[in-house]
C-alpha cells in the first residue's frame, strides 16, 4: 500500500500544501482554515496484477463508440427542454461512429410525433411508420426484436436504390447510446420510397432515463467507485445508491441551491428526474434495511446513512418507505412558492406564510388608485408599501441639493420658487413623485392637468388650500421620510429645512461658522443638520456650493 494521496475538492486543491506545512508543524498550531478542506484519504495499492483482472483499464468507461478522429472536437447536441419530450435526428455521418450531432425537430413537429406515439399502436409496436413531413421523410420506431430492416421487400416496395444488408439499422447501431435503448427510444429516418438513404433518430425526455440501471460499468459520477443508476442528465450520468441518499439529502436541506444538483447536471426543473431517483433512493433504502449488507464496513457505511436520514428528517426510527419522495416533494413545493415570491407585497409579521400575502397587482389595482399605501394580510397584520429607505435617500438628495430658488418672481404671482419639489399629496398617498416647475405661475401643474393633484410650487399646499390670491409662505426645502402611523403600520412624512440658514452653511466655508439647520417634522421631531447631510453623502461644502452656483439649467 502506497499512502500519500488525496481526493481534494478542486475549490480547495491550493489549500492542501498548506495544512500538509501545517500538520507536519512540530509546534502544531491549529489548524489554518476556518472551514474543513473537502478531502479524503485516498490509498493507491499496488499488487501483482493479474491480467485477468486489471487487464483493460478502460473496462469500467463508458463504451464509446469507434472513437472520432482523436483531432476532432466533439459536437454539441441539441439540449433538451424540461418537460415535453423531444425528438432528435442524427445531422452528420449517420455510420457508426460518424461524425455529427444530434438536432432537434421543430417543436411542432416533435409534439405530432408524440401524439402518434400515444394514438398509432402499430407505430408504437415498431410495426409501421409515420410521415414526418408530408413530401420525404419517414419515421420508424425500432426494438431490439424490431430493427429496421427491409430486405424482404426490395420487390414489392420498388425502391430507387436496393435496400443492402448493410442498410439495415438495430439498436446497436453506435450512435445510439444506452439512455435511449433502455427507454425504448430509438428511431429511424428514412426517405419515402429510398429506405437506405436512412439515419439514426432518437426521442428524449428529459429525465426519463432517471433511476435506469445501466450495465456497463459505469462508475458513479460523485464517488467515482461504485456503479448505479443514470441521473437522467444528459450527459448520462450515473449515481450509486448511497451518493443518491446523500445528494438527495444535500439538495432538499438546501432552498438556495437550484442548479447543479446531484451529479451537477440538474436543476430544479428537471421534476421527472427528481420523481424517478427519489423513488430509487426510497426503493433501494428500504431493500437495504429488509437485507442489510454483510460486509461489515458497508454495514457502518449504511448505518452511518440511516443515523443521518433520521436527525435530518426528524424521525425516531421507522425509516417510511417513501420518505425520499416526500420530502423532494416538499421541496419542489417550496421552490414553487419561492419562485411566485416576487408577485407578492410579503407581511412583515415574522413567520406569516405566503398564503397570506397581497399580491402585487391587486394592491396596484385597488389600492394605489384610492391613495392607499397600508394593507392588512388575511390573518389582519398591518403593512405598508412604502418606497425603500434607498430610493427615499436619493430623493431626498435631488431635492437638497437644489434649496436656491430658481426664479424670484414667477409669472403672474411674482413669488420666488425653487425648480425642484415633492407633490406632497403624493407623499400622503406613499408614493415619491417629483415635479420640476418649468415656468408660469406658482399653480403646478400648470392648467391644472397631467397630473392628479395640483399644487403650489411655493408653499406646498394642495391648490384648493392656495390660489393666485393668497400670499403664501415658503416652509424650506423639503425632506421626506418614513414615520409611524401610530396603528402599527408606517407612512411618508415631509419635514423642512430652512433654505436660508443652510445656503449661509453651504457658502460658509470650512472655517467660517455657520450652523447647519436642521431637518423640522410637523410634529416636533427634528433630524440634526449634520446627521442628514452624512446620510445623504452630503458633506462636501465646495461641490455643494458649485451645484447651487451652477444652478438647475
Ligand atoms: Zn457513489
Ligand atoms: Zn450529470
Ligand atoms: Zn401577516
Ligand atoms: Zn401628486
Ligand atoms: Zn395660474
Ligand atoms: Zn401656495
Ligand atoms: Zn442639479
Not at 453506435?174 to 439515419?199: E, H, I, K, M, W
Not at 443508476?229 to 432552498?255: I, N, P
Amino acid at each position: 500500500v502506497i499512502a500519500g494521496f488525496y481526493q481534494v475538492h478542486k475549490d480547495h486543491a491550493p489549500l492542501m500544501q498548506e495544512l500538509e506545512r501545517c500538520l507536519t508543524d512540530p509546534r502544531s498550531p491549529s489548524s489554518p482554515f476556518t472551514e474543513p478542506l473537502r478531502r479524503r484519504v485516498v490509498l493507491l495499492i499496488e499488487v501483482e496484477r493479474p491480467n485477468f483482472m486489471f487487464g483493460g483499464v478502460d473496462r469500467f468507461r463508458k463504451r464509446r463508440p469507434l472513437e472520432a478522429p482523436k483531432t476532432a472536437p466533439a459536437e454539441e447536441n441539441d439540449s433538451v427542454p424540461p418537460g415535453e419530450a423531444v425528438f432528435q435526428w442524427w445531422w452528420g455521418d449517420p455510420q457508426p461512429g460518424g461524425r455529427g450531432h444530434w438536432k432537434n425537430y421543430h417543436p411542432h413537429v416533435s409534439a405530432r410525433l408524440e401524439e402518434l406515439l400515444a394514438k398509432d399502436e402499430q407505430f408504437r409496436s415498431c410495426a409501421k411508420s409515420v410521415p414526418i413531413d408530408e413530401v420525404r421523410y419517414e419515421l420508424q420506431r425500432i426494438s431490439r426484436d424490431c430493427p429496421f430492416d427491409l430486405l424482404d421487400r426490395n420487390i414489392e416496395g420498388k425502391f430507387r436504390a436496393p435496400f443492402l444488408p448493410e442498410s439495415v439499422m438495430t439498436v446497436d447501431h453506435a450512435l445510439f447510446d444506452d439512455p435511449s435503448r433502455l427507454t425504448n427510444n430509438c428511431f429511424v429516418q428514412f426517405q419515402r420510397g429510398n429506405p437506405s438513404r436512412r439515419r439514426p433518430a432518437r426521442r428524449i425526455r428529459r429525465g426519463e432515463a432517471a433511476g435506469l440501471e445501466l450495465h456497463t460499468g459505469e462508475p458513479c459520477a460523485i464517488c467515482f467507485s461504485d456503479s448505479g443508476v443514470l441521473t437522467g442528465c444528459e450527459k448520462g450520468h450515473v449515481v450509486c445508491s448511497g451518493c443518491l441518499w446523500f445528494a438527495l439529502r444535500a439538495m432538499v436541506g438546501d432552498s438556495g441551491q437550484q442548479e447543479k444538483v446531484i451529479c451537477g447536471c440538474l436543476t430544479s426543473q428537471d421534476t421527472t428526474a427528481f420523481a424517478a431517483l427519489a423513488l430509487r433512493a426510497d426503493s433501494s433504502m428500504q431493500e437495504m434495511l429488509t437485507k442489510p449488507p454483510t460486509n461489515p464496513e458497508s454495514l457502518k457505511e449504511f448505518e452511518m446513512e440511516l443515523a443521518n436520514v433520521r436527525s435530518q428528517f426528524q424521525l425516531s426510527h421507522d425509516i417510511p418507505g417513501d420518505i425520499f419522495r416526500r420530502k423532494v416533494k416538499d421541496w419542489l413545493e417550496m421552490l414553487r412558492q419561492k419562485s411566485l415570491e416576487h408577485l407578492y407585497h410579503a407581511c412583515s409579521h415574522p413567520g406569516c406564510e405566503m398564503g397570506n400575502w397581497l399580491l402585487r397587482a391587486d394592491f396596484d389595482a385597488e389600492y394605489r388608485p384610492k391613495g392607499k399605501c397600508q394593507w392588512a394580510c388575511k390573518l389582519g397584520h398591518k403593512n405598508s408599501v412604502l418606497p425603500s429607505q434607498a430610493d427615499i435617500n436619493e430623493m431626498n438628495r435631488n431635492i437638497l441639493l437644489h434649496p436656491e430658488c430658481y426664479t424670484d418672481r414667477c409669472g403672474h404671482d411674482s413669488m420666488a420658487l425653487r425648480r425642484f419639489m415633492l407633490c406632497a399629496q403624493c407623499v400622503g398617498e406613499g408614493l415619491l413623485t417629483f415635479a420640476v416647475h418649468e415656468s408660469g405661475c406658482k399653480q403646478w401643474p400648470g392648467g391644472g392637468g397631467g397630473h392628479r393633484h395640483v399644487f403650489c410650487f411655493h408653499c406646498g399646499q394642495p391648490w384648493a388650500q392656495c390660489g393666485h390670491q393668497v400670499q403664501c409662505q415658503d416652509p424650506g426645502v423639503q425632506q421626506v421620510r418614513r414615520a409611524d402611523d401610530g396603528r402599527g403600520g408606517e407612512l411618508l412624512e415631509i419635514g423642512f429645512v430652512d433654505a436660508k440658514q443652510y445656503i449661509a452653511w453651504v457658502s460658509g466655508g470650512e472655517t467660517q461658522f455657520a450652523a447647519c439647520p436642521p431637518t423640522l417634522f410637523p410634529n416636533g421631531a427634528q433630524v440634526i443638520g449634520a446627521t442628514r447631510q452624512g446620510i445623504l453623502r452630503m458633506e462636501d461644502k465646495e461641490e455643494l456650493k458649485k451645484g447651487i452656483g451652477e444652478g438647475t439649467r
